[in-house]
């Protein structure tokens, strides 16, 4: 009887380690496929810029260069934010990258003097 429910316990643990693989799979093939995502993560590969006070480079994180308009960077968030948030993304595990945009336009709002 303990070998049964072993080899049963086995085997969902297999099924759902299959199940996860090709969910985590097609949710990545999906967020690769997405131009704004992959622009993200251009950006943030694109050599080691840091600031001083957060550790990360805000307009790196955007995809933007310094010398913007204000008009540009406002623009760029909306879109990602409408990419990004939990609720609009249609992809779930967007929330990580939802806070990092946020917390890049919020550095450059405090930069920029906007508060």
């Known amino acids: 009887m303990e070998d049964q429910i072993k080899k049963t316990q086995k085997r969902m643990t297999e099924a759902t380690a299959e199940m996860m693989s090709g969910w985590l799979n097609q949710m990545l093939q999906g967020m690769c496929n997405d131009p704004v995502l992959g622009e993200l993560w251009s950006a943030m590969k694109i050599g080691n810029q840091f600031s001083h006070t957060t550790g990360i480079d805000s307009y790196q994180i955007l995809g933007l260069d310094k010398s913007v308009t204000d008009d ?29 945009v946020t917390a890049a336009y919020q550095q450059i709002s405090k930069e920029r003097g906007w508060r």
């Open 72 to 100: 540009q960077v406002k623009r760029r968030y909306r879109e990602l934010i409408v990419k990004l948030h939990p609720d609009t993304a249609g992809v779930k595990g967007t929330g990580f990258l939802f806070q990092l």
